[in-house]
């Protein structure tokens, strides 16, 4: 095998055990990956560790014992082979399909449906098989090796000795490519608000550009009798015009943790020309008798 697809698959080992680490322990505890030093003809061993701060041991937030927590979490995973159902099995039974029904069975396992198929795994496998950053290491572990070329004809995992190997073969590799990520909804803010036009589309979607003195972002418009009356030359609007609007505003956290707010106007309540009118006394004639 290709040394150039060997370390992104061991890269992605290490990413994988950070990733399920910070989704189950929120990040109390540090995983590590590392290579044993004697290889053996067509296949490698990894040896795991979860270490642990000395400030989280004191807060008792994880099992004493690192060796079993780092198991469960390996077990979690599916990387331990034998007849446990953890993600890459999970993965492997879904075969790239959604789950048309969960259920939750109040004893800390899912019963997750696909038409008449249905499998039971952990609470913390379905949350795990849900996080992005968790699928995308998966996709990278198993998928590299067995690209195009590469002659590697299938993944294993399971113990150093004896039966019971999950195996993954390259034609069925393809259902451990992640899919496309989503982003989170926050949540979202109404009001009435007045805004300052900054450019205006007529393309779908209605995206205009407005400033509210500070900022200028897109808005997408969503009064159709107000885009009608616009279409139709029904109102005119010029440089710096004022509108009120009913404005929603949502917020979104994508899978990098970065923050997006879309704007959308529910209604136009009042559009205010922005001519400025100057105050001025003006002279006014005596009245003739």
């Known amino acids: 095998m290709d040394v150039k697809k060997l370390s992104p698959a061991l890269h992605a080992v290490g990413e994988l055990l950070e990733a399920a680490n910070r989704v189950l322990n929120e990040d109390h505890g540090k995983v590590s ?8 003809t067509g296949s490698f061993g990894i040896d795991f560790a979860l270490m ?3 400030w989280e041991i004191l807060r008792g937030l994880l099992v004493h014992d690192n060796t079993q927590a780092a198991l469960n979490l390996v077990a ?3 990387l331990a ?4 159902k953890g993600l890459l099995q999970l993965i492997k039974w879904l075969r790239g399909r959604n789950p048309t029904r969960i259920i939750d069975l109040d004893d800390g396992r899912v019963r997750i449906e696909v038409l008449n198929e249905a499998i039971e795994v952990e609470l913390e496998v379905l949350k795990l098989l849900q996080d992005y950053k968790v699928r995308k290491a998966v996709e990278a572990m198993i998928t590299e ?7 590697v004809e299938n993944f294993a995992s399971g113990p150093v000795e004896g039966d019971g190997f999950f195996v993954v073969e390259a034609r069925e590799a393809r259902a451990f490519v992640a899919p496309p990520a989503t982003d989170t909804d926050i949540g979202e803010t109404r009001s009435n608000k007045w805004l300052q036009l900054a ?4 393309v ?14 897109p808005v997408a418009i969503e009064d159709e009798e107000f885009v009608q009356m616009v279409q139709k030359n029904e109102i005119r609007f010029g440089a710096g015009d004022l509108l009120s609007v009913d404005l929603v505003s949502r917020q979104f956290l994508n899978n990098a943790g970065k923050m997006s707010t879309e704007h959308v106007a529910k209604r136009v309540l009042e559009h205010r020309k922005a001519a400025v009118q100057v105050n001025m006394v003006l002279p006014r004639g005596e009245n003739e008798d």
């Open 33 to 40: 990956v590392r290579v044993q030093g004697s290889f053996k």
């Open 52 to 54: 642990h701060s000395p």
């Open 76 to 78: 979690l995973l599916g």
């Open 81 to 84: 082979g034998g007849t446990a």
């Open 145 to 151: 090796p067995m690209s195009e070329g590469s002659g």
């Open 199 to 202: 450019g205006v589309s007529f």
């Open 204 to 217: 779908e979607g209605n995206k205009w550009r407005f400033s509210d003195g500070s900022t200028t972002f």
